[in-house]
Every structure is written in structure tokens, then in C-alpha cells.
């Protein structure tokens, strides 16, 4: 099976990251989306006090879990009418995504739908399950097949893209009419800057579904929002029916959050002043960011919206890979994501206010 999958994509960085390591000041790492600032105490001393439950935890979490998810979920993006049964905790949204076609029970004849430019696990899934899969961003380049499996990702990794209102709508009138299952990667939905109003929706928001979920999964992360990605912590919500499917196949795999993640996921979710002041990090490091490569010469397209800044100079993605790291600077050369990121590369915005600063002076 392993012969199958492409190689890990940041294991082929080794050369440049060694590059941007022997700049005198150190390297600035903007190539993955990790976070870097603590995790809010209030989370830690969840986690610190559920640390001593030795039973197995459930695979479909807590009530209380699912109760504070379905809430954040209302108060924080607008979704309605969402029943707390139809909430799942997962292991990190990576393993779900990279799990989901096998748990469905997809295989050889099905086509898995992704995006042009995609997060790469969206594919390796695909493969792992054995499907076919399709790059597409419009329905039009569908033409008369009917995939399992459709991803959408709105604002996009890598490229900041966000989809609006009328294309969400069309995809999901065009699915529900095939029975096609959509599942919606909302990682970065709170991380809006530039988008225009109504910004980022959820596919569960009732201007989008019309309050109907048939068919529908979005899937959410506590790793950028909350600095959880070593908690690995993250959930799925969408159509009750799907939930229950998912739920059977995953208690039979053993797929259960830990206790105490699911604790900290319950602080995390029932407090908005940690997430807002996140994304403030976020906006600082990519007011100063953005210019600076501007100023630079790259044009920086779509990046409205999430955690990533998607530039170009005109020039294959490994030359400015290669010319960044000769700053010290370490980025993710496009084609990660897919052919038509050949000329881009994505720049996060994961580093500390002083690296960011490092970044800025260097572009200089």
C-alpha cells in the first residue's frame, strides 16, 4: 500500500531547510502551519485535572464535549439546528480526513473529488482507500460522472481562497441531487481578513443547506484556533445519519479521543476570548508579512482568508524556495498542493512575533 502513496512532502524541504538554517540570525520556519504560541492556561489546567480518568474513553466523546461544540458551532459561525448526536470527535482532523473514504467504505470504483490546489491528505485518503481521484474546482469539469466523495475547503490551504455564498449553494443542490457526500474542511473558517461580507461560511450554515444537513459533514480543528495541534483535537458535525455511520465503524477501530483532550476540547470550545485572541496573533504577524513580500516583488493572490499567504514571483516554486532559503527563510513550494501551484509558494504565518519580525528585515 505504501508504494502507492507520493513521498511526505516536507521531508523533501531537508536541503532547503538545511539552507535557511545556516543563516547567521537562524532560520525563519513559515513552511508548515504549526502553531507556536502556548496553549491557554485555562485549557491546560482542563486537561491537568481530567489526567487522572483511567477508564476508555467513548468514541462519540461526552455530552458535555458535544455540547459545547454544537454552541461554539452557533455562536462563533451561525450554524443552526444542529443535533448534538450529529457531533463526533475525532484524533486531529488529519486522521479523519485521511481515514474518511476507507471508513465509508469506499474503493476502486468511486472518484474522490478534491480541489486543484488541495491539502495533500485529501489525495493520500483517496489513495489509502483505493479510489480514483479528481482535481476539480468547478462542476462543469465533472461532466456526467457522479463521484462518492466530494472535499471542500473554504478559506483553502494553501491558497486563502474563500468560496462564496452562491458556489457553496450550487454544490450543494448539485450533490443532494446525486447523492453525492460532501465533506467541508473548516479549519481555518475564523481566520477571515480581506474576505468580503457575509466572509467565510460554514456548509452547515442554514443560508448555505437551508437548515438541512442530509448529505453534509464539516469537519473542524482546534489546532489553528486554539494552538491544539499537539492535542490533537479536532470534531465532525453535518448529517446525523453520516455521524451514526462513522460513529459504528470507528468504535469498532478503536478511534476515541483521549479523556483529558476531550476536557481541554470543552474549555477551548465554551471560551471565545482565547480564539479571538489568536487570531489577533495571526492578523499582526500578517499585517507585517504581507508588505514585506510586496515590497519584495511577489504578488500575493487569493490569501483572504486563513492561515497562509500565497505568493509568487512569476518562477518555478522550487527557485523561490531556493531564494528565500538563501534569506533564511524556509516556505512550501506550491506544487505540495497540487500542478497549478507550480509558480507559488505558500508562506504561514505560524512563527513567533520576533521571527516574523527576522522575516520582514531579511525581505528587506
Not at 143 to 165: C, I, W
Amino acid at each position: 500500500m505504501s508504494a502507492s502513496l507520493p513521498e511526505f512532502p516536507w521531508d523533501t524541504l531537508a536541503n532547503a531547510k538545511a539552507r535557511a538554517g545556516a543563516h547567521p540570525d537562524g532560520i525563519v520556519d513559515l513552511s508548515v502551519g504549526t502553531p507556536v504560541d502556548p496553549v491557554a492556561p485555562m485549557i491546560q489546567k482542563a486537561l491537568a485535572a481530567a489526567g487522572p480518568a483511567p477508564g476508555y474513553p467513548a468514541t462519540a466523546g461526552t455530552a458535555r464535549l458535544r455540547e459545547s461544540a454544537v454552541a461554539a458551532l452557533g455562536r462563533r459561525y451561525g450554524i443552526t439546528g444542529l443535533a448534538e448526536s450529529a457531533v463526533l470527535p475525532v484524533i486531529g482532523t488529519k486522521e479523519f480526513i485521511a481515514w474518511l473514504p476507507t471508513l465509508l467504505g469506499l474503493g476502486a470504483t468511486d472518484v474522490v473529488v478534491v480541489p486543484e490546489l488541495a491539502y495533500p491528505t485529501y489525495d493520500v485518503g483517496a489513495r489509502l482507500a483505493g479510489a480514483r481521484v479528481q482535481r476539480a474546482d468547478s462542476l462543469t469539469q465533472l461532466g456526467p460522472q457522479t463521484p462518492a466523495l466530494m472535499y471542500l475547503n473554504s478559506p483553502s490551504n494553501p491558497t486563502g481562497r474563500v468560496l462564496g455564498l452562491d458556489h457553496l449553494r450550487k454544490v450543494v443542490d448539485w450533490a443532494r441531487g446525486r447523492g453525492v457526500l460532501v465533506a467541508s474542511d473548516e479549519c481555518y473558517l475564523g481566520l477571515t481578513w480581506d474576505a468580503p461580507p457575509p466572509g467565510p461560511l460554514s456548509v452547515l450554515h442554514p443560508t448555505v443547506c437551508g437548515g438541512d444537513h442530509t448529505g453534509l459533514l464539516a469537519v473542524h480543528s482546534l489546532s489553528k484556533s486554539s494552538s491544539l495541534a499537539g492535542y490533537r483535537a479536532g470534531f465532525v458535525a453535518g448529517d446525523p445519519d453520516l455521524v451514526a455511520e462513522l460513529l459504528a465503524v470507528r468504535k469498532h477501530a478503536g478511534m476515541m479521543v483521549p479523556t483529558p483532550v476531550q476536557a481541554a476540547m470543552v474549555a477551548a470550545l465554551d471560551d471565545d476570548d482565547h480564539e479571538e485572541q489568536q487570531r489577533e496573533r495571526y492578523a499582526r504577524r500578517r499585517a507585517a508579512l504581507l508588505p514585506a513580500l510586496r515590497s519584495a516583488g511577489f504578488a500575493v493572490d487569493h490569501s483572504d482568508a486563513g492561515l497562509y499567504l500565497w505568493v509568487t514571483r512569476g518562477e518555478g516554486c522550487q527557485r523561490t524556495v531556493a531564494w528565500l532559503a538563501e534569506r533564511g527563510i524556509l516556505v512550501a513550494p506550491g506544487d505540495f498542493y497540487g500542478p497549478g501551484g507550480a509558480q507559488h509558494v505558500r508562506v504561514a504565518l505560524t512563527a513567533t512575533d520576533e521571527r516574523i519580525a527576522a522575516a520582514v528585515q531579511r525581505l528587506a
